[in-house]
Each structure stands twice: as C-alpha cells, then as structure tokens.
C-alpha cells in the first residue's frame, strides 16, 4: 500500500510569484485536504477535494486555489505569494469526507 | 469555531517511564473525533489514536491510551514505557462528525529522556 506523497519537498519562491504543489493520495483515498503549517503551530485546514469537487474551505484568500483528478491526486496553487505564505503545507487523504486523515510528509516553502 | 488548547509546549520523560499530554477542546456539538498526530522532526504526521466522541470506552492502541472525558472536553494521552522513537512533537485534533474540518492545537513537543 502506497502512502502519501507529495512534491516537491522544498522550494523557495519570491514575492508576487505562483506556485503549485503536488499530492498523491494514499491507495484507495478518494479524499485530499491540505494545511498550511507556519512554524511553531499547529497545521491550519485550506481546503478539502472530495471526487473532484471542493467540499469545505478554511479561512484562507481566494489566490489559495486546487484540484483534484480523477485518480484522486490534487495540487495547490498558490497565486501572488506573500511572505506570510511560508510555511510547510500538508496534504492528508483519507477514505472518506469525515475519516481518519494520513497526511504527507509536506512540501517545505520558503517566500523570499 | 472549534478551538483546540495544549497548554503544555515542553513534555520530557525518561525512557521507560509514563507521561501524559493533556488537550482541552471546545465545541458546541455532540458527536465528534478526537485525534492524536506525532510530528517526529522528518515532518510526516502520523496518527496515534482516534477516539469517537460517542463511545464511552477510552481507546488504546499498544503503549498509547486517551482518557477522555466528554463533559470536561478533555482529552489527554498517555504514553507508557516511553521509547527514544516516542519524542517528536504531539498535536491534538478535533473533527465534527457533521464536518470535514479538522481543528489543531499548537502542540506538545516531547523529550525522551536515556
């Protein structure tokens, strides 16, 4: 069983620029939600996928967009980033909109 | 809004022995899960144990055991015969059984002890 995965697992950006992160939801997940993870905190809810659709939403700005395919693997854009943006962003599947959630190892990014 | 409280920073203990963490939450709602998550420094979130808020029994799993006590909103984990493997930080969480949002604390980091 294929766990998790998400890439890349750093990058650094400057402000105003865009960026994308990947996920691949574990085997047999049909459910993607990413968080964003500033420094010293706990991991703060973006958004959830569910079957391609967004199904809930955190208290983030439009410019935190995503998708999610038809194999259940999502990304995250991020558009005209902020240095506030940096942060680690954790992507967590699960089997169902309401289950347990196992996350990613996290891509690490860095606005300068 | 739920809200998510460890009010402990900084745990240690010495290998082998017994510690606990303690998570307070707040919520207006009857059916909901509660989590444990480990954050070892390589980043990944893993889960430790889940506990359904209409169950009465407090779940267990190995050398991990919640004491979960609904009309207090406490939920605190034990961990027993502590292992070096064991220090990473511990996040507590809450979901509502009606939502798909999972709130935070900000964390627990522990320090195994030799």
């Known amino acids: 069983e294929t766990g998790v995965t998400q890439s890349p697992t750093h990058l650094i950006k400057t402000r105003g620029q865009q960026v994308t992160l990947r996920c691949s939801s574990q085997?047999?997940?049909?459910?993607v939600s990413w968080y964003q993870q500033a420094l010293g905190q706990g991991p703060q809810f973006i958004f959830q996928?569910?079957?391609?659709?967004?199904?809930g939403r955190g208290n983030f700005p439009p410019r935190f967009s995503g998708l999610q395919f038809p194999n259940y693997s999502s990304e995250l854009n991020v558009n005209a980033l902020e240095l506030d943006d940096s942060a680690l962003y954790l992507c967590?599947?699960?089997?169902?909109?309401?289950?347990?959630?196992?996350f990613g190892p996290g891509t690490r990014l860095l606005v300068l | 809004a739920q809200t998510v409280t460890q009010s402990q920073p900084e745990m240690s203990v010495q290998e082998a022995e017994t510690v606990t963490l303690s998570c307070t939450y707040d919520t207006s709602e009857s059916d909901y899960y509660l989590f444990w998550y480990k954050q070892p420094p390589s980043r990944q979130m893993i889960l430790v144990i889940r506990q359904e808020a209409y169950k009465q029994q407090n779940a267990t799993e190995n050398r991990f055991s919640v004491n979960f006590q609904k009309a207090a909103k406490s939920f605190s984990l034990k961990i027993s015969d502590s292992q070096l493997g064991d220090a990473a930080m511990y996040f507590c969480?809450?979901?509502?059984?009606?939502?798909?949002?999972?709130?935070f604390g900000t964390g627990t980091s522990l320090t195994v002890i030799p």
């Open positions: 085997s047999g997940h049909n459910t």
């Open positions: 996928y569910y079957r391609e659709e967004e199904n």
């Open positions: 969480a809450y979901r509502s059984a009606t939502g798909n949002q999972f709130y």
């Open positions: 967590a599947s699960s089997t169902q909109t309401r289950g347990s959630e196992y």
